[in-house]
């Protein structure tokens, strides 16, 4: 049975930090990209990051470039989200997915696998 565990959500002022992680179990890790998407209330849930098998490529959504950065560490089994700089606007809830494909996607149909979110809540 494949889980995806998201951890590492809470409150921040804007300006502040928050590192997400993703702990994945059931799968052969390493064989799947890993994104990161959110959903903040009332909005559809949007592409933030992926990260391919080996983690040499990634790619970002506009809104968070410069500021958030995916990582892996296949030897754990888990993928990351350092979030730096944090605006209002970052408030959602953020779901790690897994990708058979080897580079990943922004388009969430092709994830096989999805964690249940954890909410990241940032204020003035």
């Known amino acids: 049975q494949v889980q995806l565990v998201e951890s590492g959500g809470g409150l921040v002022q804007a300006g502040g930090s928050l590192r997400l992680s993703c702990a994945a179990s059931g799968l052969t890790f390493s064989s799947y990209a890993m994104g990161w998407f959110r959903q903040a209330p009332g909005k559809e849930r949007e592409f933030v990051a992926r990260?391919?098998?080996?983690?040499?490529?990634?790619r970002y959504g506009d809104s968070v470039k410069g500021r958030f950065t995916i990582s892996r560490d296949n030897a754990k089994n888990t993928v990351y989200l350092q979030m730096n700089s944090l605006e209002l606007e970052d408030t959602a809830v953020y779901y790690c997915a897994a990708d058979q494909n080897p580079f990943g996607s922004s388009q969430q149909l092709t994830y096989e696998y999805w964690g249940q979110g954890t909410q990241v809540t940032v204020s003035s």
């Open positions: 990260i391919s098998w080996g983690g040499g490529r990634t």
